[in-house]
């Protein structure tokens, strides 16, 4: 098989990219060359920013390929674009949406392709929608070979699933826990969320790769099993083996009191209960199971990290933000409780 990623050095598609090239798949990644000193070897390397069309086009020139799969596509004018490069030069053409497109909220927790695709609370999410809207126009109008693949909270060795972190990813909240200090969990940490070890997802996404029964279709890739987020932030502090100090609260009060985007990621995504079918998946890849458990993967990252320093990048600005919700809260929580007393004495 002759492949071209587009990116293809991310959390996502850092395992694919190594599994092809054990299984002698000639590779092709096109990107800004930013981290191509961890590639394995082996790969052909394109580089050049994808959004130069006019270089791209002239380093594709005489390629064909089997499949091409862009994981740096976030808005319709991406795939305008990759339609102009790739229509005619590719038996297959895979988009990276999100499982965030779903409805949301959801009518029903359990979640199939079938399910809707609405998400009023994250910009994000519906430039995935208008992706996936104009993909497959060209391909009920042009037999442009499009395949949708929509992971949900896929993870690797380099950063900690959460819920609450800050700008510089899973560290602080990590030393948090270390120190003793409180953790902010959102809501009251019992949704139901599914993690995804980047090395499951490689195992469906190249089952889907080359597959005819896969054309014209969209198709999720999770793990099958679902934790809440007490439980993932508890598996956390075991793998860290300290006592974890959790405080709830709400993802509206998140939201409305910090400078990030906590009404996508969270009202729009993680505060919601997400539970995948997938037997569609199943369907067209027999042999997909997802075999790393939460806990293993978990247990993984936690020691690569703690053994990689340049991994533990530290972000005060989100830790005294920490500080100063929990202790708001207190306070409040303390002059409530004041009041009562005063009042019943």
């Not at 079918?277 to 458990?293: C, G, H, I, W, Y």
């Not at 409530?336 to 004495?345: K, Y």
Request: charge should be negative; include cysteine; hydrophobic fraction near 40%.
């Amino acid at each position: 098989m002759k492949a071209l990623f587009i990116g293809g050095t991310g959390t996502i598609s850092s395992a694919i990219t190594k599994q092809l090239l054990e299984d002698g798949c000639e590779l092709y990644l096109l990107n800004r060359g930013n981290r191509n000193e961890t590639l394995p070897e082996g790969v052909h390397t394109l580089q050049a920013d994808i959004h130069d069309e006019a270089r791209v086009a002239a380093l594709i020139s005489d390629l064909q390929f089997d499949v091409v799969a862009d994981f740096i596509a976030f808005e319709p004018a991406h795939l305008e674009r990759d339609y102009r490069l790739f229509a005619g030069k590719t038996k297959q053409f895979i988009f990276i949406s999100s499982a965030s497109a779903y409805q949301t909220p959801l009518s029903d927790y359990r979640i199939t392709e079938g399910t809707p695709l609405s998400n009023p609370y994250w910009g994000y999410s519906r430039n995935k929608i208008a992706c996936e809207d104009y993909l497959m126009k060209q391909y009920r109008e042009a037999a442009f070979p499009v395949t949708i693949i929509r992971p949900s909270h896929t993870y690797d060795e380099r950063s900690i699933p959460l819920g609450v972190h800050g700008s510089n990813g899973s560290w602080q909240v990590v030393k948090r826990i270390m120190d003793g200090k409180p953790v902010i969990i959102h809501g009251d940490g019992s949704s139901l969320w599914t993690l995804t070890h980047n090395t499951d997802f490689a195992k469906g996404f190249i089952g889907l790769m080359g597959n005819i029964h896969a054309i014209g279709e969209s198709v999720h890739i999770t793990s099958d099993e679902s934790l809440t987020w007490n439980q993932i932030y508890a598996i956390i502090a075991d793998a860290l083996g300290v006592p974890l100090t959790a405080v709830h609260v709400s993802s509206e009060f998140l939201d409305a009191v910090s400078t990030q985007d906590f009404r996508g990621s969270l009202l729009g995504d993680k505060a919601n209960t997400v539970v995948f079918d997938n037997s569609k998946l199943k369907r067209l890849v027999p042999d997909f199971v997802a075999t790393t458990r939460a806990d293993q993967g978990i247990r993984q990252t936690v020691q690569h990290i703690l053994s990689h320093p340049e991994l533990q990048q530290e972000d005060p600005e989100f830790d005294i933000w920490c500080d100063k919700v929990v202790s708001v809260l207190e306070q409040a929580k303390a002059s409530i409780i004041g009041e009562e007393v005063h009042a019943n004495s």
